[in-house]
Each structure stands twice: as C-alpha cells, then as structure tokens.
C-alpha cells in the first residue's frame, strides 16, 4: 500500500533562518507530487506542484522554493524566512490512475 | 479561481441532514471532496470526475453538476464524528493536475 512521509512533524525556527521539509511517497511511482500551505483557522494554499523528477510548478510568488531531487522526494525550501511563513504545510501525492489526492501528517512551521 | 463554498459553517444535531455546495465560475475536470479534523491533515473522501456522476461513500455521497460547474456533498444521518472541516478541491479543464481547494465549511454535530 501507499505511504506519505513528511518531517519534521513540528518546527520553530527564527526569522532570516533556512528552512528544509522533505516529502517521501512510498509503494507508487511516478505520482503527481503538491506543497500546500494551511495558515491557522485558514484553507489550504497550493504552492508548488510536480508532475516528475525535476519539473515543478509554482503557483505563488514569494521566498520558498521546491525540488524534486527522486521520483518520490519532494523538498520545500527557503534561504530565509518571513514571520508569515508559519503555518501548517502539507504535502500530497496523487495516483495517476485514480486521481485521488491523498495527503501527508503535515508540519507545522512557527517563525519566531 | 478559488471555488466558492457554501454555507461557510453549519451546526446540527446528531441524525440530522446536511448538504454542503461548491460551485466554481470555470469549466470543471473534477471535485474532491475532503473533511479535516482539527489539528489533523484532510482526509480524501472521494472524487467526482468530469460526466455529472454521483457517488457514495457510507451515509456520505456527493454529486457534480457538470452545467452548473457545481458539486454538491450530502451527508445523512449525521454522526459526532462527522464533525470537522470540509473542503472541496477543483481541478479545472484548462490545468487539471492542479487541485485549487475552497475556502472551507466548518461543520459541528452536537448531541
């Protein structure tokens, strides 16, 4: 069966830190991999989304950035954060085949 | 872009009926439906593609309204655990492989 992997589980960093969240599918292959952003009480914001190794699509401008070093990696990074950086990130993956999105325990980011 | 979610909140009594919409102002591929409980990452609950089918899950089923670019999530009799947050993920014919989530219907079942 398929697992979502993400770490850390929880993370306070002060602001101007860098920051990395690492992403691992399990048991797929070649899945559709997505960075979403929940701020407190908030919806989900889509970041990044990847459709394969090296191919990413950001959908809001601003100081992070993703990688997708292996099929079944995927990083989100940032050289310094903001204080409105914090928040609940979540990483999902989808099966080609049956297009459900399935996601990650999430980390939750406080910027001090 | 962002599809519009209705009502924003919603209190019932155990056993009662709710229906929670979604309803999007482009051309839809498909709709995913999904609950979050507090504290917790969402939970994929199902997903309607692009043909106006409608599916079931337990006393939770939803239907897509393809001419009306709308979605509409039923649940039946409902449970204490039903409580929590539902979202309605849209994938858009012109971008599909990208899931834009609505802004939430926050739901509470009492006893």
């Known amino acids: 069966s398929q697992t979502i992997h993400q770490w850390p589980a929880t993370l306070v960093q002060p602001v101007g830190s860098p920051l990395s969240l690492e992403c691992t599918v399990e048991?797929?292959?070649?899945?559709?991999l997505y960075w979403y952003r929940q701020a407190a009480g908030r919806g989900l914001q889509l970041l990044f989304y990847?459709?394969?190794?090296?191919?990413i699509s950001s959908e809001v401008p601003q100081n992070l950035s993703a990688s997708r070093p292996q099929d079944r990696q995927f990083i989100l990074s940032s050289k310094k954060l903001l204080l409105s950086d914090s928040g609940f990130y979540l990483c999902?993956?989808?099966?080609?085949?049956?297009?459900?999105?399935?996601f990650g325990p999430g980390t939750r980011l406080t910027v001090t | 872009q962002q599809p519009v979610q209705s009502p924003q909140a919603v209190i019932l009594r155990e056993g009662e009926d709710a229906v929670i919409n979604c309803s999007s102002s482009?051309?839809?591929?498909?709709v995913h439906w999904y609950r979050q409980k507090h504290g917790e990452a969402p939970v994929f609950l199902m997903i309607?593609?692009?043909?106006?089918e409608q599916k079931g899950h337990e006393k939770i089923s939803a239907s897509f309204n393809e001419k009306k670019q709308q979605s509409s999530l039923y649940l039946t009799a409902s449970q204490l655990s039903y409580s929590g947050t539902y979202f309605c993920?849209?994938?858009?014919?012109?971008?599909?492989?990208?899931?834009?989530f609505g802004p939430g219907t926050s739901l509470s079942v009492i006893p």
């Open positions: 999902a993956w989808v099966s080609g085949e049956r297009y459900e999105q399935y």
């Open positions: 048991g797929t292959s070649n899945p559709n």
């Open positions: 990847s459709v394969g190794i090296g191919q």
């Open positions: 482009k051309a839809l591929y498909s």
């Open positions: 309607l593609l692009k043909g106006g």
């Open positions: 993920g849209t994938e858009y014919e012109t971008s599909y492989d990208k899931v834009i």
